[in-house]
Nanobody, 115 residues
Framework: QVQLVEFGGELVQPGGSLRLSCAAS????????MAWFRQAPGKERELVAG???????NYADSAKGRFTISRDNAKNMAYLEMSSLKYEDTAVYYC?????????WGLGTLVTVSS
């Protein structure tokens, strides 16, 4: 069983930066595929960035050049560094893990971009 807890969401001004963290519990974190998704009000949940067990990354077009996903296998942590934040980045951000064909989700952390 994998449990995910996100933290770091807060109110930030446009153009600002924020780092989200995801703490994972469960066996062999280094084997997990990790990702960050987000869901804005009235919209479907969408992939923001993903990182494989080997460290390969992929990003949504909206995140390229502004967001960086990373992981620390020694600490069972995944991160999403966000910069140049825009109003449209406002959303609940969810940590996601996939292990042995099973999907796991955190409860989300709210990021609000507002002046």
């Amino acid at each position: 069983q994998v449990q995910l807890v996100e933290f770091g969401g807060e109110l930030v001004q446009p153009g600002g930066s924020l780092r989200l963290s995801c703490a994972a519990s469960g066996p062999i974190f280094s084997d997990y595929q990790m990702a960050w998704f987000r869901q804005a009000p009235g919209k479907e949940r969408e992939l923001v960035a993903g990182i494989s067990s080997s460290g390969s990354t992929n990003y949504a077009d909206s995140a390229k050049g502004r967001f960086t996903i990373s992981r620390d296998n020694a600490k069972n942590m995944a991160y999403l560094e966000m910069s140049s934040l825009k109003y449209e980045d406002t959303a609940v951000y969810y940590c996601y893990a996939r292990l042995l064909g099973m999907d796991y989700w955190g409860l989300g952390t709210l990021v609000t971009v507002s002046s």
